[in-house]
């Protein structure tokens, strides 16, 4: 499964996600203007809030699956619909990425949705219960290997803002931009 072939970055490709992993998106900085940095910086964060979404959309579907082999392993009988708020709980997750906060929401929230329901239509999360239990491993490897390509892209759009920030930060100190400029604007 390949990053274009689920939609990850192509390229001389259109989408937001090709702009900014776009080899020319995030060099010469500095003979940038301070609006253009601050625009570009937008649309990275956007795109990362975007990955995020998808991300955690993906985890959750992970995290129902494997409960359900769990339970299966384990001889159990209770439903997994009766146990979603403690699977889906992040109380197990080690991985929680860089923490960032992210100042906007995803977009395109539907799409993202579509997307990752694609990757299991076979194994309806919310009917798991009518699954072999190769079916449901099949799926979990699906959504695993595209969560994979999901966290390369959302890493990669980070270290795009991460160069985008820092060069904002710099003008900042420099004294070359001015926060009451900024404040104007808004």
Known sequence: MTSSAQGGPQSGGRRRIDKVLAD???????????????????????????LSYVRRM??????????????????????????????????????????????????????????????????????????SDDDIRGALGRLEEFEHVISEDRRSVQKVMDALTAEVAARYKSGAASVDDLLAER
């Open 24 to 50: 020319d998106f995030a060099t010469d900085l500095p003979g940038l203007d301070i609006d253009e940095l601050r625009t570009r910086r937008r649309e990275a964060e956007q795109e990362e809030a975007d």
């Open 58 to 131: 993906l985890q959750g579907r992970m995290d129902i699956l494997r409960a359900e082999l769990a339970r299966r392993s384990g001889g159990g009988n209770a439903k997994i619909v009766e146990h979603l708020s403690q699977v889906l709980s992040d109380t197990g997750r080690s991985d929680h990425g860089l923490g960032r906060f992210l100042r906007v929401e995803p977009s395109r929230v539907d799409e993202h949705r579509r997307a990752v329901e694609q990757v299991i239509a076979d194994v309806g999360v919310s009917e798991v219960e009518g699954h």
